[in-house]
Structures are given as C-alpha cells and as structure tokens.
C-alpha cells in the first residue's frame, strides 16, 4: 500500500543527489537590466525553494533552496518602465527604426549567447519547476529551434514586402511595424518556452520589452540577462522582479503599456486590461485557461484511447494548458476504459526529475497538492471514488496521479481547470452530451475525439471546430508544431500564436503611398538607390 511516508523515502538526502545533476551553488541574484545596463540590486530578496525537496538525517523533509533573486518595488518598476519608453521614442528610437536585417542579426547574437548557457537554464528548469531532465532539454532546444523558425518567417514576411505595389494611379509600399512597448509575462510551467513564444517576436517586430519572469521559473532566467544586455540596443529590454499584484496593474495605469503579452488566467487578464485609461489602444496577446476535453467514442480503439489519454493528461504532471482535464467516456465502456486507464496511471514511475524514465515530479509547492486534496475530497462528498490505487496520496510536493469517476456538473473538477495530476472522467450516454460540455464550457481551446466511425467523427467536428481551435482525431490535445496556429475560443485566449502569427500580433500594417507619376517615381528611386528610408526600401534578406 503506497502511503506518504513511502512517497517521503522518494526524496533524496542531499548527499544522494548524483553530482552531474546538482547546482554548483545556490544562485543569489542581486542584477537585473534596465536601460542597456546590468543594475545592481540591494533591497530586499525572495527567497526560492526547489519543488524537490530533500530528507535529513531524521528523516524530515523540505524543500530545498536553490537562491533568492530581487524583489523590488514601484519605484524601481516605473524606472524599469520609463526605460523601455524612452527606447522606444514614440517609434523614433534605434530599435523600432532598425532595419529588420539589423534586428535579426541582434537576435542571431542572442541566441549565440544563449546557446551556450544551455546546460545551466536546463538545470534551473529542472530544479525550479521539478520538470524532467529530458522534457527541461527539450524545453531548451524547443525554444532554440523556435527563435531561428521565427527568424525565417520574418524573412519571408518582409521580403514579401520588398516591392512596391500600384493600384488605380497609386503606388503603395505596405510593411509591418511594431506597437510600442510590450508587457511581457510568461507562466511557470513552460517558463522559457511560453515566455519566449511572445518576447521573441515582440521584439523581432521592433517593439520594446518589459519582461517580468514568471513566479516559478525566475532564476532560470539569470544566465541569459548578460545576453539581453549586450545583444540588444540600450533599453530594448528591461527585467522586473516585483510582485505582479503591486506593480502590474500600476504600469498598466500609467497608459504607457501597448501590448499586453500574458500567458496566465483570464481573471488576471480581466482585471489587468480594465486598468488602462485607453482600454481600446492596448492590444492584448493572451494565452488562457482551458479544460480541454476528450470524447471517447463506443468504438474508440481502447488501447490507443488509454495511451493517449494518459499522456494528454499527465504529462508534465498535467500542468499543460494542453493538458486534457476532462475525459468523457461512453457508459458502455466506461468500466473497461476505467479499468486500463487507471492501471496505465499506476504505472507511471514517480521521482526525482532528474531519474532516468521519471514521469510524475514533485509539484511547484504544497499549496498545489493541498488544491488538489481539496477538489478531490469535494467530488467524494458528492459521490466520486478515486479510481486506482494509492491516487491522491501525496508527501509535500509529491503527488500520485488520481483517476476520478463519475464526475458530474456541481462538483469544482466538472468545471475548474485543475491543472495538475488529477483526472476527472464522466460517462455520457448520448454523444449529445459530449457535445454539450464543450458547448457550455466558458474554454474553448482543444479537444480530443477517439473513435473509427468517419461519418459519426465527421459530424463531430463541425460543430466542434465553431467551439474550439483545435481538434484532434485520435490524438492528445497539444500545441505544436509551431507552425500550426494556438489559439483559442472565449476565456482560452485572445490572439493567435504560432512562429508567423506571433510576428503578426505584435506589430501592425503601415504604408507609404503617393500618386504614380513621374516626379514621385523619381522620388521613390532616389529614397531606395541611396538607402534613405529603413522603411522605404527593397533590399531582400537572405
């Protein structure tokens, strides 16, 4: 019988930790960047504690600090703020006039540097956020692979743009410029990934950064801030570390945020968008809440089904916004789904992220495990069990995965994205029923369908296409390849990110025209042969 102080002995003594996979030292962050310099900071600290924790000699356990980093005030964020909107220069600075080969050679020298941190960020990934050696270097080496794909979509983009176009007597040249200043803030459980799948293209496009890093996932950061000081101009980007409740809405206030790039919930979200004095000029890129649901058709192929399922669901502990949080199986093979289903749960190994095959890791911090308990315990009052063995026994950060039937509408794990190992399953009689849960789920991002019949899994997906962005016909619910479209439907999102659709969020159409007569012709020629104009311009990138 699997009890805590069983999952207790899966934490290490300190001791213990193979020695390729522990922190030289603890990282103590005292610098951050702001108007093209590293700052040194002096005020007060926060400390940082590893979701792994660690057993001492009597057997207590903790979790373990890797460092602290600076937590600054409203002072030091209106300064931080002031100095990406004196870079930009209402659009007349070095960075947003720079011409897009320029921008793209910063950014080659970024990833240059950053490259060649590798091994360090993937190790803070690990620790900060107890994600898996493997999926923490796939994380790293997934962003890389990001930049330069983003990189050569806006070579494509511009030189698609390297023309000029005449229309009914007018010549036209139309390019994308940037917005402004963008407010940049990532989530923690793809700290790197998701942050980057905004900051990168916000500032290919010319804008400038405030980057406030997420609350898990901080340090990580700290090897690359020599980088973003040297690869870019002065003030292109600028790292705040300070409560988000204090200084967020307070930049948003002062109207001189105009993007909003946030991969959070949409209650943030609401709220932050609401504190702009010109709600209508803040352009918001938004990545949100989502209960992604599968539909388990009569005649899925169960084996592929249960396979999936269990990835989609607890992968990364199911801390995805991905993640499918909700399965809804037909009644006449619920039991049999349940049965394989809650045995292939079982078999997930759990540990320490860096053990070889480890697959459920300790959880950001016991308020996470004390949420799902409480969930859990909810949906028992109201007759759910807990389908497989041990699911829901847990020792601080550690938590084993829990199979939950039948869950039903007025329990939270119907409705609330739960966002962690705990998996919900309802059985439905009519494929109405599926249809509707999607329907009148205030999400509206993914769903997965498991079945054979074409014409049934037809019908299916028209409806499901004007519900969703996103359906996958017997497959997990997932966000790449980057270059397909992630986006999604009422609460889940706002705005399209993929590696050309990003570069389109952040930045906006502008042109210059005149008549098509000889005088403006000669004009033109003279503006591009003598390279006067960045904008006006038809040099190719290669």
């Known amino acids: 019988m699997i009890d805590p102080k069983s999952l207790s002995n899966l934490f290490p003594v300190l001791e213990e930790i193979p020695a390729e996979h522990r922190l ?116 790293f080496d997934r962003t890389i692979e990001y930049i330069q794909a983003t990189i050569e979509a806006l070579k494509e983009l511009d030189n698609g743009n390297s023309r000029f176009a005449v229309v009914e007597g007018t010549i036209g040249q139309v390019r994308r410029t940037p917005l402004g200043v963008v407010l940049c803030m990532g989530p923690y459980n793809y700290p790197l990934n998701e942050t980057f799948c905004t900051l990168i293209p916000a500032l290919l496009m010319g804008n400038t950064i405030v980057f406030k890093p997420p609350q898990y ?58 504190q702009h004095p010109k709600s209508h000029r803040l352009r918001a890129v938004l990545g949100l809440d989502a209960k992604n649901a599968a539909i388990v058709l009569p005649d899925a192929d169960l084996d592929l089904a249960v396979k999936e399922c269990v990835l989609g669901a607890l992968s990364f502990n199911g801390q995805r916004c991905t993640a499918l949080k909700m399965l809804i199986v037909h009644r006449s093979i619920v039991d049999k789904f349940l049965k394989r289903f809650a045995a292939a749960v079982n078999e997930l190994k759990v540990g320490m992220p860096w053990e070889p095959g480890v697959q459920i890791t300790p959880l950001p911090g016991p308020h996470r495990t004390a949420y799902m308990t409480a969930a859990i315990e909810e949906a028992a009052e109201k007759g759910a069990t ?37 998996v919900p399953v309802m059985a439905y009689d009519d494929v109405e029923e599926a249809l509707q849960y999607v329907i009148t789920s205030d999400h509206g991002q993914q769903v997965s369908v498991f ?75 003279s503006i591009v042969r003598g390279h006067k104009s960045k904008f006006i311009s038809t040099d190719f990138i290669l």
């Not at 973003?228 to 967020?248: D, H, K, M, Q």
């Not at 995965?401 to 190992?421: C, N, S």
Request: hydrophobic share 40%; charged share 20%; net charge neutral.
């Open 24 to 139: 030289a030292a603890q990282i103590h962050q005292r610098t951050y960047v702001i108007d093209g310099q590293l700052a040194t900071w002096s005020g007060p600290v926060k400390t940082v504690l590893s979701p792994v924790c660690t057993r001492d000699a009597s057997g207590r356990v903790s979790q373990f600090e890797l460092g602290s980093h600076p937590e600054m005030g409203i002072v030091e964020s209106d300064a931080i703020l002031a100095a990406a909107v004196a870079a930009y220069d209402s659009g007349r600075g070095e960075w947003p006039t720079m011409s897009v080969a320029g921008r793209i050679e910063c950014m080659q020298d970024f990833v240059q540097q950053m490259a060649a941190k590798r091994e360090l960020v993937v190790k803070l990934i690990m620790w900060e956020i107890g994600k898996s050696l493997a999926d923490s270097r796939k994380e």
């Open 386 to 422: 807990i389908q497989n063995d041990g699911g829901g026994t847990f020792c601080q950060t550690l938590f084993l995965p829990a199979v939950v039937y039948p869950v039903r509408e007025g329990m939270k794990l119907y409705r609330e994205e739960q966002f962690g190992p705990v």
């Open 217 to 274: 996932g901080t340090l990580l950061f700290e090897p690359l801030l020599e980088a973003f000081r040297s690869a870019f101009p002065r003030g292109v980007i600028n790292t705040v570390y300070a409560p988000g409740e204090l200084v967020v809405p307070r930049m948003l206030a002062s109207g001189d945020i105009n993007v909003l790039a946030l991969i959070g919930s949409s209650r943030v979200a609401d709220h932050l968008k609401k």
């Open 451 to 525: 079945g054979s019949d074409a014409e049934q899994i037809g019908a299916l997906v028209d409806p499901l296409v004007n519900q969703v962005c996103r359906v996958n016909i017997n497959c997990q619910c997932q966000r790449g390849p980057d270059v397909f479209p992630f986006a999604g439907r009422k609460d889940s999102a706002e705005g399209t990110l993929s590696v050309a659709d990003a570069l389109r969020a952040f930045s906006i159409r502008s042109m210059v025209a005149t008549k098509a007569t000889d005088q403006s012709k000669k004009l033109l020629n």
